[in-house]
């Protein structure tokens, strides 16, 4: 699987996963639909890269700029198990976010990494 399709399908889980959260909690508050915007950057990140691969590089370092991002907002999570009043749709749309974005973060660097040592 490509980077860029990588890309596309993360995007998607984290908007479901999101928008499935904010339903379930009836939730109002707008920072709750960040890992949907962080997916809807990602499925857009995807598509160019799909469309034009001259700029696969440029890309793969946007995503990891923005899954890094995304990997350290999500970190909050490690502060809510403690707290009663977070509910279960809310634990696991954060969970979601970092397992995700961690991964993407993962990979992207490693990709980069590879570039730079393959052009060197």
Do not use: K
Not at 54 to 63: G, P, Y
């Amino acid at each position: 699987m490509s980077f860029s399709r990588l890309c596309i399908l993360i995007g998607i889980l984290l908007v479901v996963v999101t928008i499935y959260a904010v339903n379930a909690t009836q939730t109002s508050f707008i920072t709750a639909y960040l890992p949907a915007a962080t997916g809807v950057l990602l499925i857009g990140l995807g598509f160019v890269a799909e469309r034009n691969p001259s700029v696969r590089d440029q890309i793969i370092l946007a995503a990891t700029f923005i899954a890094g991002f995304a990997l350290v907002g999500s970190l909050r999570i490690l502060f809510i198990f403690n707290d009663l009043e977070q509910n279960l749709p809310t634990i696991i749309a954060h969970l979601t976010t970092l397992i995700l974005s961690g991964l993407l973060s993962a990979i992207g660097v490693r990709l980069f990494l590879m570039n730079r040592r393959s052009t060197s």
